[in-house]
């Protein structure tokens, strides 16, 4: 021991010899140094000669050299710099190894108490052995600067050389004249400072050189001295040198052998800390139904975003698996709430832990101070769900929570490392879409507002900083300086924090506070602060980075020691010149400077408001110093390289960025004001103006016309095309390849270049807000000084109010010269989609692609689909142009179901004043992004989708919401104009578009409510007139103390009087007699009323949201979905057409009366098709029971035919027509249900009356039937009494000849003459039938009632329907007066006017003229001529049926009667277009009747049964070709009547014009019209249009036979079934005969009773046939098989498409059953144009309508007082007012836009105001101006004169609107 302590000290002896020697040593260095500076100094001066030398040569050169040198300085000093770097990293080393055996001994002494003794003695011997360390550091120290001497030296010779090579290479260099300027300036500086060091150093080196020589004498002497000791220190030093390397190894064995023992230990649990910790995270992510491994963008915003069961609950606790759920949802709705997370395990095990001890337990043991044993897992902490959740989130989910917490006020995330790889990310993606409005303070103490990116912000920055373990919580502190009453930062005191906190360490969150310029701000200035959780010395990296960028930096801990780990940390932080501030836990001391701006502050058993307020003031000084030298800017962070950046590294991310910033450059030095006049050209003025005209189109003044009105389309055209030959500017072409590209990179795109706009616009959209509010104030102090001198009449002041006002119109005048930059200004996203869709409506509407854009026009409303698919919204309506763009949006809404489908949406729209937060309560209702904040932000209207879940839809009946935001209500325009008007539109359009609208109303002001009201009660009466329902739910927001019931109930007690009070008003306007609003619209101001607590909890800028808000939010979210999912919604393509017809209603002043429901109307369409097919089947199947039941009349099977009989045939067919209606009322999956169900019951009724008038019509009929066959028996006994003769006679004429049954030629012979002398006989017994002459019956029919008629007088005898006026045929009832005087009356009238009778009056004679004709069609029919034959006491019947039809007529309330010439020309008319009708029958009748002609027939077959006679053939056998002979006339007949059914059915499903209702009809009707140009049939349809439309049936009939319908083919196919049946039944007779052993009588029964449904073929028949001897019926039935089929071949013989309707009766005729069917429909015709209403139903319920309303000179209708044919149209003149007068008379008038109150026919009639084009009249017009002229005898000229426009319309195009119009 002795011996140790001894060597010590030599040690130490020796150790201080060598400090003395190493102070000699260096200063030995010093003058060494010393002399390298002398010589240095000399090497300057050399170079300062040659420099000068080289000037005085060269300048150029001169410069270039100093430029070398200072580039050689350089590279000494990076030389300098490297070694340096190398001694630090050598230092470095030694460092790493320290702390790593240190790290070691201490992670080891907390892994095992039994080795800490030991390892501090191996610490302390640790310490010892670095003394020694650091004394050879001290000689490697020696070593490095000789070495560093040594390099200096070889620097200079290599300086030399390449200044020799830097010469060679000087022309080289001679290129830059302004650098060399530069560096001449340069030069100079260096050379003058380089003179006076000159200058200097020589006046030191005279003295030094004295010094120097002394010096050297010293030197000299004691050199000889030192060479003596160093060689004995050397010896000594080598000795000590080998010892301690000695001892150094020997510990250095030591130490790796207890570090060998110790390592393993430490790494294995270095290892299982690891492994805890990344089991720990994974378990976490498992916890919360998170992938742990490649768990990037699993969340989606889209899957976020959607309607889930979920998001409609309020979840105060809940399961682990639903946390993120539950963050997710109440972060999107800004509720800061959303942290204060709770499981459901906690809740549920939230009582007391019992024992079974009772009270004898011993409190040591019950509450023992270990919870071991009884503690559960511990509870996720929330900010570990925010950071996995943001880990999982993709791109825009993570941007949009991270705007969603920067709402809440809470700290967002600015450096995330990786929870596995730690990897650390920068996410200022996350951070673009977040901007402020800051106020600055301008010099003058003047406040502007401006909004600035917070990316772009230039604050200062505070860090905090946490270094070891301490017991204060930095967060807390934090939240103290930021916001007392809000966690920003989340902190360990904050609900449902835990023990532990896996993916925190680490996170770097970030906050800032902005001032509100009040006294209370804590900071003047906007500050950030940044918040590194976890030990700072272990998060090096994001230490640096902060740092780095701060401004103050403020440190946690608890006491300084400088054996900490991260004591040199803290060093560093001192030694920067950035102040600091620390916080010492330990320590009570208030706040003191130690240094300048540094600071110390203890925390221990201090107030926390002291501390906070100590704190305040220490940062607000450091501030105040050093804020300006230190800014921070929030993009600044990614320059950092040891970070990952998600902008660089997302490829999409990136790409959209550069694409976005490419268009962008393309705008830099372009005035704001002018871009978009620049780069958009056609949404500008010429947008506007095509608005404008078109609102005038639809407004039209009192004096426009057609003319104008065609003008104004022109001009339209015009600018149209002026939008078509604009170019595409590059920074569109830009946008539309961009829009090409992939979903991704495109929403990338369109984010970047939104936020990049706003960046753009923000500055000069704040000045100029700010220059108008400035004004704004002006106006009103102006106001307010004219309104108080309004008040005094005192008239010295009135010339100062002269000045007043002229004052105010020039800043009137100012202001909205500032409101139209404004609008100029805005320049968004927005515009450039509505630029798109101008370019796509001017193509469109010029029909032709742009010739600068690269693909077709049509794919434009591709993008916007997109973008609303991807969760953009669609601008509804331009709020710049208050204009909805009709086409652009129909395109797009088009694309939309091409890519979705036709989805059922739910349309979800809100109204409410400016600036009440109606897009910030949809934006927290659904996560949208709507722009809010004060002012006008939404301009028009926007819509965007929002999709509803998988899960839900099974509940909901949509699939999507479509929510509508609008901007305000009640406020003037930037332009100071009142918006009444355009308010009153908007609410019209988003009401009438929405299933359910939200009524925004803010605050608790009356009269505000009061506005806003009338304005919603107005719009939705006129929804209740148009048949629109509507509804609604008033949110009351901003009011205060929401839980006091008896205020809310006195609330909505004032709301619903004020509701009451404003329908009352709204009705006067709209002309209704609502008297409360419950009488508009179905409202329960108990649950449709909701009152809201205010947005902010405190005052912003830094208060939070009110969570009593988002509580409300959330309710009334659920409300709306409940209410929602009561609803079908509406399919996009009703959607598409609801919108065109609410805005074409819009654009005419008087919205009800313009109001034109495409889906109403599609929807009746759709029920009038069906309703036609359910009366076709009625029909088709009563023309079937009506044939069966005349077989069987005719059979004389039955005698009487009653109702019920008919009701039970038709009852099947019933029975399905009711199904199908019932189903298709009721399954119905369209949004057409709700419209549908208002007609069902009279449809009902409708088919019920169908059927009930079809059977009493086939009653009555057949029941004439029955009557008819009695009074054609005699005729058909006749007949069969003459075949059965024959048949007797022939047979006794075979028997006379049967032996020469061999001789054909004699038989032939014999029978010819017995034939001959028997149909000699009966005809002779028979008279004959003679022709008939028709218009001569019914003129010796119309002599015999009025006798003064003469026969000679029937030649002036008129047509009737060719009439133009019936005056001519009428005498007034009553007249007083002079006769003489009213002839001349009248006969001035005639001259002048052409008529006498009242329009009205003229179109009931016409109406009465129809129907009498069609009435006695059917009754001609009835008469069955075909059948009975002709009789004149036809005509006395129908005669006086007309007679008794003009006589009821007269009986009405009508002024005059008709002269016997109207009954005369009516009588005669009709019969004359009867004649042909008559002759066809008769002649049926006569061909069936002669006896030579049927006779003819026979013969034939008479013959065959001869001859069988002759050959002795069975009684069986000649019955059996008997009855197949008698056969063969009902098979014909049945199977021409079967085939007409079979082609009406056959046309009824695939003929075009046939196969659909009376509109399909009447459209191929038109286009038919227009193919041929045929100016008669023209005529015919507009005056005869029932009998043209019969007409046309028949030809398209006949035309169908000819080219599609192969009438043989299908008679063969029924004449083979009807064959089939014959022998059916030939069989089941003989097996009934043979099994009840019957004769031949019960088998011909039985045989036709089979056949009687099909055939008319009884047994009556047979009465004269001889047939008792048969008894072989199986004989019989051979026999029919035999015979048959020669039968079947000679009457498909005769089978031809020319004789099929001629064999057929004219009932039974397929053109008349079509007709029968299709022309039971309205005829009533429009009063103004004479055009037909095109309802299917006859006598239907509601007004009538027509799709194409005509010309009124069409119909000869022309002005006043002239010969000029009117060109008006009813669809624009009912928007004029001009005025009319119904029927002709002067008395009355009204205006055109009232022409209901006409009253009568005017009353009855839905004429839907049409500014579109309707070509197809203009066209007739134009084609057939002559002959309409001709026609008329007047012209189309003056005010009639045909616009120019009509001309350009050509025939393809009328018939391409066909399809348009008629559909």
């Not at 992510?285 to 889930?308: C, M, P, W, Y």
């Not at 800051?438 to 401006?450: A, G, P, V, Y």
């Not at 900071?523 to 030990?535: K, R, S």
């Not at 030939?1626 to 449904?1653: C, I, M, P, Y």
Request: aromatic content about 8%; hydrophobic content about 30%.
């Amino acid at each position: 021991m002795k011996k140790s302590e001894t060597e010590n000290k030599r040690l130490k002896q020796e150790r201080e010899e060598m400090k003395r020697e190493n102070e000699k040593i260096k200063e030995e260095k010093e003058r060494i140094e010393r002399e390298k500076e002398l010589k240095y100094t000399r090497e300057i001066e050399r170079l300062k000669k040659h420099t000068e030398e080289e000037k005085q040569n060269e300048e150029r050169e001169k410069t270039r050299k100093e430029e070398e040198y200072k580039r050689d300085m350089k590279d000494v000093r990076e030389m300098r710099d490297e070694m340096r770097r190398e001694r630090d990293s050598f230092k470095s080393e030694m460092d790493e190894l320290k702390k790593e055996n240190k790290d070691l001994l201490i992670k080891y002494n907390k892994q095992t108490d039994k080795l800490m003794n030991t390892i501090e003695n191996h610490e302390r011997e640790r310490k010892k052995r670095e003394e020694e360390i650091i004394q050879r550091e001290e000689r490697y120290k020696r070593e490095i600067e000789e070495k560093e001497r040594k390099m200096l030296e070889d620097m200079k010779r290599e300086r030399e050389e390449w200044k020799k090579q830097r010469e060679e290479e000087k022309v080289r260099r001679e290129e830059d004249e302004k650098e060399k300027q530069i560096h001449v300036e340069q030069c100079e500086r260096l050379k003058r400072e380089m003179d006076e060091m000159m200058r200097e150093k020589e006046r030191i080196e005279r003295e030094k050189q004295h010094q120097l020589e002394e010096f050297e004498k010293r030197v000299q002497e004691e050199k000889n001295m030192r060479e003596e000791q160093e060689k004995n220190f050397e010896e000594q030093l080598k000795h000590v040198k080998e010892e301690s390397e000695d001892q150094l190894k020997r510990r250095r064995t030591e130490i790796r052998e207890e570090y060998e023992e110790i390592c393993p230990q430490l790494h294995d649990a270095v290892q299982r800390q690891q492994t805890d910790v990344r089991s720990g995270r994974q378990h976490l992510f498992e916890r919360l139904s998170l992938e742990s491994d490649g768990h990037q963008n699993t969340l989606r915003a889209s899957d976020v975003l959607q309607i889930t069961s979920h998001s409609l609950q309020s979840h105060e606790s809940c399961a682990e698996e639903e946390l993120v759920k539950n963050y997710l949802q109440k972060l999107l709705m800004m509720n800061y709430r959303a942290r204060d997370i709770k499981t459901k395990h906690i809740n549920e095990h939230h009582h007391t832990q019992q024992t079974d001890n009772g009270y004898e337990g011993d409190i040591f043991d019950e509450m023992p101070s270990s919870n071991a044993g009884t503690s559960k897992s511990d509870s996720i902490h929330p900010m570990d769900v925010q950071i996995a959740v943001f880990h999982c989130a993709d791109s825009h989910l993570k941007q949009m929570m991270v705007t969603k917490l920067s709402q809440c006020q809470f700290a967002l995330p600015l450096l995330v490392p990786h929870p596995f790889t730690q990897h650390i990310e920068f996410p200022l993606w996350t951070f673009r879409q977040i901007s402020w409005k800051l106020k600055i303070r301008k010099t003058d103490n003047d406040i502007i507002s401006r909004v600035q990116s917070v990316c772009k912000a230039e604050t200062p920055m505070v860090s905090f900083f946490r270094f070891g373990s301490v017991s204060s919580s930095k967060s807390q502190l934090m939240n103290s300086l930021i916001n007392e009453k809000h966690n920003t930062f989340f902190t360990r005191n904050c609900p449902g924090s835990s023990r532990t906190r896996l993916l925190m360490d680490g996170v770097v969150e970030i906050a800032w506070y902005c001032p509100s310029e009040k006294h209370t701000d804590t900071f003047t200035d906007c500050v950030a602060f940044c918040n590194l959780h976890g030990d700072a010395g272990d998060n090096e990296t994001q230490m640096k980075i902060l740092t780095e960028m701060s401004s103050v930096n403020v440190v946690l801990l608890t006491k300084l020691d400088k054996n900490d780990k991260n004591a040199s940390k803290i060093q560093e932080l001192y030694k920067d010149k950035k102040p600091l501030i620390c916080l010492f836990t330990d320590d009570e001391s208030d706040v003191i400077e130690t240094d300048m701006e540094k600071y110390k502050i203890g925390l221990k058993d201090r107030n926390q408001s002291d501390v906070s307020e100590d704190l305040r003031r220490a940062i607000n000084d450091c501030l105040s110093s050093s804020a300006s030298e230190f800014m921070f800017r929030l993009e600044d962070i990614s320059k950092h390289s040891d970070i990952r950046v998600d902008e660089e590294d997302d490829e999409d991310c990136r790409r959209g960025r550069e694409a976005a910033q490419e268009m962008m450059s393309l705008l830099k030095n372009k005035p704001l004001k002018e871009i978009k006049e620049s780069f958009l050209p056609c949404q500008g003025k010429l947008w506007h103006q095509w608005c404008q005209k078109n609102k005038e189109l639809h407004r039209p003044q009192w004096e426009e016309l057609e003319n104008d009105i065609s003008i104004k389309l022109t001009e339209m055209m015009n600018i149209r095309q002026k939008q078509h030959k604009s170019n595409i500017s590059e920074f569109l072409k830009l946008f539309i390849n961009q829009m090409e590209t992939e979903n991704d990179n495109r929403m990338f795109f369109l984010r970047w270049l939104r936020i990049l706009l706003n960046e753009f616009t923000s500055y000069v959209l704040s000045a100029l807000h700010h220059k108008y509010n400035e004004k704004w104030s002006t106006v009103i102090q102006l106001k307010e000084n004219n309104d108080k001198s309004a008040q005094l009449k005192n008239e010295q002041i009135e010339r100062p109010k002269t000045e007043q006002t002229k004052q105010l119109k020039t800043e009137q005048t100012d202001l909205e010269r500032i409101s139209a930059d404004l609008q100029a200004a805005s320049f968004g996203l927005e515009h450039i989609m509505r630029e798109i869709g101008q370019i796509y409506e001017s193509c469109s509407s010029v029909k032709k692609n742009k010739t600068d854009l690269q693909f077709d026009f049509s794919s434009l409303p591709s993008f916007a689909a997109e973008m609303m698919i991807s969760g953009f919204p669609l601008e509804l309506m331009d709020g710049d142009a208050a204009h909805v763009p009709v086409m652009w949006v129909t395109a797009v809404l088009d694309k939309l179901i091409q890519k979705l489908g036709d989805q059922r949406v739910f349309v979800l729209s809100i109204l409410g004043i400016q600036s009440s937060g109606k897009s910030t309560m949809l934006n927290a209702m659904f996560g949208l992004e709507f722009a809010v904040s004060a002012g006008r932000t939404t301009r028009g209207a926007f819509m965007q989708l929002i999709r509803v879940s998988e899960e839900m839809k099974h509940q909901m009946k949509f699939d999507y919401i479509l929510v509508v935001d609008t901007e305000g209500l009640r406020a003037l325009e930037l332009s100071g104009k009142s918006t009444r008007h355009h308010d009153n539109e908007l609410a019209t359009f988003v009401v009438g578009l929405g299933h359910l609208t939200l009524i925004n109303i803010f605050g608790e002001n009356p009269s505000e409510m009061q506005e806003i009201l009338q304005i919603v009660v107005q719009a939705f009466l006129r929804m209740k007139k148009v048949k629109l329902n509507p509804s609604c739910m008033f949110v009351h927001q901003n009011v205060s103390d929401v839980t006091a019931g008896e205020k809310n109930m006195e609330g909505r007690r004032r709301l619903l009087e004020t509701l009451d009070e404003m329908t009352k008003l709204a009705a006067k306007d709209e002309v209704c007699d609502a008297e409360c609003f419950s009488d508009v619209i179905n409202f329960d101001v108990c649950h449709d009323v909701k009152y809201f607590a205010q947005l902010w909890e405190g005052s912003p800028p830094m208060a939070p949201p009110n969570p009593n808000y988002c509580d409300n939010i959330q309710g009334l979210k659920k409300t709306i979905i409940s209410q929602a999912s009561k609803s079908a919604g509406i399919i996009l393509t009703n959607l598409r057409k609801r919108i065109h017809d609410l805005w074409e209603a819009l654009l005419n002043e008087r919205f009800v009366f313009s109001f034109r429901n495409s889906l109403e109307i599609s929807a009746y369409r759709r029920l009038k098709t069906e309703y036609s097919k359910w009366t076709w089947t009625l029909r088709s199947a009563m023309i079937k029971i009506e044939n069966k039941l005349y077989n069987q009349i005719e059979n004389e099977e039955i005698h009487v035919i009653e109702e019920r009989d008919l009701q039970r045939e038709l009852k099947q067919k019933s029975d399905e027509v009711n199904k199908s209606m019932s189903e298709f009322f009721e399954k119905d999956t369209d949004a057409d249900k709700d419209i549908m169900i208002q007609w069902k019951t009279s449809f009902e009724i409708k088919i019920k009356e169908l059927q009930e008038n079809a059977l009493r019509k086939t009653r009555r009929k057949l029941n004439e039937i029955l009557q008819q066959r009695d009074l054609k028996r005699e005729i058909d006994a006749q007949r069969t009494h003459h075949e059965n003769t024959l048949l007797e006679k022939s047979k006794e004429l075979a028997l006379r000849h049967k032996d020469k049954r061999h001789d054909e030629e004699t038989l032939k012979r014999e029978f010819d003459v017995f034939w001959e002398e028997c149909v000699k006989k009966i005809t002779r017994d028979s008279p004959p039938i003679k022709d008939i002459d028709i218009l001569r019956d019914v003129r010796e029919l119309l002599s015999d009632i009025h006798e003064s008629v003469h026969v000679d007088q029937w030649k002036n005898i008129i047509d009737i329907f060719t009439v133009q006026s019936y005056s001519d045929y009428i005498q007034f009832k009553r007249f007083s007066g002079n006769p003489a005087v009213f002839r001349n009356v009248f006969r001035a009238a005639q001259e002048k006017y052409g008529l006498i009778l009242l329009k009205e009056d003229e179109d009931q004679i016409k109406i009465l003229i129809s129907d009498v004709c069609q009435q006695t069609d059917e009754i001609i029919q009835s008469f069955n001529i075909s059948k009975l034959g002709y009789n004149i006491s036809c005509f006395q019947e129908l005669t006086d049926y007309i007679k008794a039809r003009i006589v009821q007529y007269e009986e009405r309330q009508v002024k005059y009667a008709f002269k016997r010439e109207f009954f005369i020309d009516l009588v005669f008319s009709i019969f004359k277009r009867e004649n042909q009708t008559f002759t066809e029958q008769h002649k049926k009748f006569r061909d069936a009747n002669n006896p030579d002609l049927y006779l003819e027939k026979k013969k034939r077959e008479y013959y065959s049964v001869f001859q069988k006679y002759c050959e002795g053939a069975t009684s069986a056998a000649i019955f059996g070709e008997i009855i197949c002979q008698k056969l063969k006339e009902p098979i014909e007949q049945s199977v021409y009547r079967q085939t007409a059914r079979d082609l009406a059915d056959e046309m009824r499903s695939n003929c075009p014009s046939l196969n659909g209702n009376r509109s399909n009809l009447e459209q191929h009707i038109l286009k038919r019209l227009a193919e041929e140009e045929n100016f008669d049939k023209y005529i015919n349809y507009i005056k005869n249009p029932r009998d043209h439309f019969k007409s046309f049936i028949r030809d398209e009939v006949s035309q169908y036979i000819r080219d599609q319908f192969s009438v043989q083919l299908r008679m063969n196919q029924n004449i083979e079934l009807l064959q089939k049946k014959i022998m059916t039944a030939a069989h089941e007779s003989t097996q009934h005969v043979q099994e009840n052993r019957g004769n031949v009588d019960v088998w011909l029964k039985f045989f036709t009773l089979k056949l009687s449904d099909v055939l008319m073929f009884s047994v009556k028949d047979f009465s004269g046939v001889k047939h008792d001897d048969i008894d072989d019926f199986n004989l019989l039935e051979d026999v029919i098989r035999k015979y048959l089929p020669p039968v079947i071949s000679d009457i498909s013989r005769e089978f031809s498409t020319d004789s099929f309707n001629k064999k057929l009766d004219l009932n039974y005729r397929t053109d008349e059953i079509v007709i029968d069917h299709l022309c039971q429909c309205c005829w009533v015709q429009c009063p103004f144009c004479n055009a037909t209403c095109t309802n299917t139903i006859e006598n239907h319920d509601g007004d009538h309508s027509v799709t194409l309303h005509r010309v009124f000179g069409i119909n000869g209708t022309h002005y006043s007082g002239s010969t000029n044919l009117c060109i008006s149209v009813c669809t624009s003149q009912v928007v004029t007012n001009f005025w009319f007068c119904p029927h002709d008379s002067t008395d009355q008038r009204f205006m055109w836009r009232e022409y209901r109150r006409a009253g009568g026919v005017y009353a009855n009639w839905s004429i839907t105001p049409d500014f579109s084009e309707l070509p197809y009249w203009k066209w007739f017009v134009c084609r057939f101006q002559k002959d309409l002229e001709r026609y008329y005898n007047k012209t189309f000229q003056g005010e009639g004169e045909i616009p120019d426009k009509w001309r350009e319309i050509t025939k393809q195009k009328v018939i391409k609107s066909l399809d348009k119009y008629m559909l």
